[in-house]
């Protein structure tokens, strides 16, 4: 039977680009970092406290050719991703000051505070700060 969620994986072009992204402004912890002898990577990140980490993947050593190129083509296409904080007005501007890119304006719905913005490679998040009704 299943029985947790351990890793989600993005797609990435350069593994050094997106650890610097999760970790220095969106304040991730790197968790693994191994490369492998034929020049693949596995390397995560997660938040500190949580338990999932997020695989930073660049396909490029570790599939063939065309299975690389049809994961590349899929950098910056993930689903959106929902991230939840206590303190919605702090963490907007931590990450607007660490030079996050905010596609929309913060907007107050009937579930609470919410915005959102795009890694280095497009993918869009939504930062909720959730009220409970």
């Not at 660049?58 to 303190?87: C, F, I, S």
Request: hydrophobic residues 40%; contains cysteine.
């Amino acid at each position: 039977m299943l029985k947790r969620l351990a890793h989600v994986t993005l797609y990435v072009h350069d593994c050094e680009d997106a650890l610097r992204f999760y970790t220095e402004k969106l304040g991730f912890e790197k968790r693994m970092d191994s490369r492998m002898d034929d020049g693949s990577r596995w390397l995560t990140v997660g938040l500190p406290g949580q338990e999932l980490e997020i695989v930073l993947h660049d396909p490029t050593h570790w599939h063939r050719e065309e299975v690389a190129q049809e994961m590349l083509r899929q950098v910056g296409k993930n689903p959106m991703w929902v991230w939840h904080t206590d303190d919605f007005w702090s963490t907007y501007e931590t990450l607007r000051q660490r030079g996050v890119e905010f596609v929309s304006e913060p907007n107050e719905v009937m579930y609470g505070i919410e915005v959102i913005f795009k890694d280095l490679y497009g993918n869009r998040f939504l930062l909720l700060q959730q009220v409970f009704l």
